[in-house]
C-alpha cells in the first residue's frame, strides 16, 4: 500500500501530524492532508496514519485502510516533478470528510495509545527494503564501470590498467559488499517478525550513503558519456539521491542508531525533556 504518514508540517517530526481520525458510530472520519507519499494515486491501498480521537478524546496515532476509487472522501492530489525515481509517483493526498469503517483500523493490541510505536516497527521492514532497492540501483552502476573500464581505452591501453581507476573500482566494490552484509543482518534481525530498529537503520543509512557514492564514481570513471542521458548513469545518479532522505532520513536514523547503542531515548524537541538537575530524562520520544 502506499504509506500515508508524511506531511506538510510533519516530516522527521512524524509524531507532530495533524490528521485527524474521529469516531463516529462504527465510522471513523478522517480529514487532512499528506505528501510526498509514494505510490498515491497509483497504489489501490492507501494505509493512512492519523491521531485518533473518541468521546472526545486524543487515543494515540492509529492507521487505517482507504482503498481507491472506493472509499469516499479519499482525494488524489499534485504529483511532486522529482529529480529521480519518476517511474513512481510522489503524491499529495487529500482527506476530505473521508469515512473509513472501524473494520479497516489498523489497532495493535496495546491500543490506540501505543499504536504508532508499533506501526514503526513494521517500518523497519521498508527501511531494509529500501535499502536493498538502493543497493540493487549501485550495484548496477558498479558493474556498467567495471565493464566499461575493461573496454575503453586511452594513451593506447584499457582505462582499467590505470591505478587511479582501479582503486576507484576497489572502494566501489567494497562499499558494495559492507551494505549488502549489513542488509541481510537486518533481514534477519527479527526472526519471524519484522527487523531490529537498530540494525535496520544501520543497515538502510550505510547503503543509501553508498548508492550515492557509487553511482557517482561509476559515472565519474565514463566521463563525459556517463553525463549524458544516452547512457543510464546520470538516472542512476539521481535515483540514488532519494535514498537518504525517504523512509527516514540518514540524520534521523543515525539518531535511532545512537539511541540503540546508548541505551537511551532523546527528545529531540528544542526544550526537551530535562529534569530539575538538567539531564535528559529516558523517555519514549525519540523519532520513529
Avoid at 564501470?145 to 590498467?161: K, S, V, W
Amino acid at each position: 500500500p502506499a504509506i500515508c504518514i508524511t506531511e506538510p508540517e510533519a516530516g522527521s517530526a512524524a509524531t507532530m501530524m495533524r490528521t485527524r481520525a474521529v469516531r463516529r458510530g462504527d465510522v471513523y472520519v478522517i480529514d487532512g492532508r499528506k505528501h510526498w507519499i509514494t505510490g498515491g494515486g497509483v497504489s489501490r491501498l492507501h494505509l493512512v496514519l492519523a491521531r485518533v480521537f473518541e468521546d472526545g478524546e486524543e487515543r494515540g496515532i492509529g492507521g487505517f485502510i482507504a482503498i481507491r476509487g472506493e472509499t469516499p472522501g479519499l482525494v488524489i492530489g499534485r504529483r511532486e516533478p522529482t529529480m529521480g525515481l519518476r517511474g513512481l509517483p510522489e503524491t499529495e493526498i487529500l482527506f476530505e470528510e473521508m469515512e473509513v469503517p472501524a473494520r479497516m483500523a489498523l489497532v495493535p493490541p496495546g491500543g490506540f495509545r501505543h499504536g504508532f510505536a508499533a506501526l514503526m516497527r513494521a517500518y523497519n521492514a521498508q527501511r531494509v527494503g529500501a535499502g536493498t532497492v538502493a543497493l540493487g540501483i549501485a550495484r548496477g552502476a558498479f558493474e556498467l564501470a567495471r565493464d566499461y573500464a575493461l573496454t575503453r581505452e586511452q594513451f593506447g591501453r584499457p582505462i582499467a590498467e590505470f591505478q587511479g581507476l582501479q582503486w576507484m573500482l576497489a572502494d566501489m566494490s567494497i562499499r558494495l559488499a559492507a551494505a549488502q552484509a549489513l542488509l541481510h543482518r537486518a533481514a534477519l534481525s527479527g526472526g519471524d517478525g519484522f527487523p531490529e530498529m537498530t540494525a535496520a537503520a544501520q543497515a538502510k543509512v550505510l547503503a543509501a550513503d553508498t548508492a550515492i557514492a557509487v553511482t557517482n564514481d561509476a559515472l565519474q570513471i565514463f566521463g563525459a558519456a556517463g553525463y549524458s542521458r544516452n547512457l543510464p548513469l546520470e538516472r542512476m545518479v539521481r535515483d540514488a539521491r532519494m535514498f537518504t532522505i525517504g523512509g527516514g532520513t540518514a540524520q534521523v536514523l543515525r539518531n535511532q542508531i545512537a539511541s540503540g547503542i546508548l541505551g537511551r531515548k532523546f527528545p529531540q524537541t528544542r526544550e526537551g525533556d530535562r529534569r530539575g538537575d538538567g539531564r535528559t530524562r529516558r523517555r519514549s520520544a525519540c523519532l520513529a
